[in-house]
């Protein structure tokens, strides 16, 4: 069951690492604590603050890591930044086409904006700023996952070991 949150909250991150990882009772049954206190997570109070056990979403990520997105992306914004996942595809996942290609977009979109066709050719407009976003991000996401490619091939895998559950987990 979904609960309501105050967007912008701890608790809309945790809600949102839930609908990621999937079924509650499953959440409970992976972390091995009850039912009530997954629910306690997304629990808005004035006695207490809310939100999970950082350990126990650090062991939701690292199940299932697109849980963990919504918590680095809640922090990223509370530091001033933001989080952008890289998701790798194929033996390159980026190369330096697509984010040139990114990049002209992000120069037609500002000309655009500046342009006498532009409601407010001295600056971006609401739905021009958002139009930008959304191509910065596009641009940032190309540029990420071209740079996990060469860090892959300067470094190799990551050979880190992870403490889990008692274990290590590599």
């Keep these: 069951m979904t609960r309501a949150t105050t967007p912008g909250t701890i608790q809309e991150a945790v ?13 409970a049954g992976d972390l091995g604590i ?11 109070q004035d006695v207490r603050p809310g939100g999970l056990g950082v350990n126990y979403l ?21 530091a001033g930044g933001v989080f952008q996942p890289i998701i790798e595809e194929g033996a390159l996942a980026a190369d330096v ?9 992000v120069l037609t979109m ?4 500046h342009s006498a066709a ?6 971006y407009t609401p739905h021009e700023a958002r139009k930008q976003i959304r ?3 596009q641009l940032v996401a190309v540029s990420m996952q071209f740079r996990a490619s060469l860090l892959l091939r300067a470094e190799g895998p990551a050979q880190t070991t992870i403490p889990f559950r008692g274990g290590v987990r590599r």
């Design 15 to 27: 809600q949102a690492c839930y609908d990621a990882y999937g079924d509650q009772k499953k959440i």
């Design 97 to 105: 086409h697509r984010i040139t290609q990114e990049f002209s977009d």
């Design 135 to 137: 191509e910065i991000d």
């Design 118 to 123: 532009s409601c407010d050719p001295n600056d």
């Design 34 to 44: 009850a039912g009530s206190s997954v629910s306690y997570g997304t629990e808005i």
């Design 58 to 78: 650090d062991r939701l990520g690292r199940v299932k890591p697109e849980a963990a997105a919504p918590i680095a992306q809640y922090f990223a914004a509370l």
């Design 110 to 113: 500002h000309a655009q904006a």
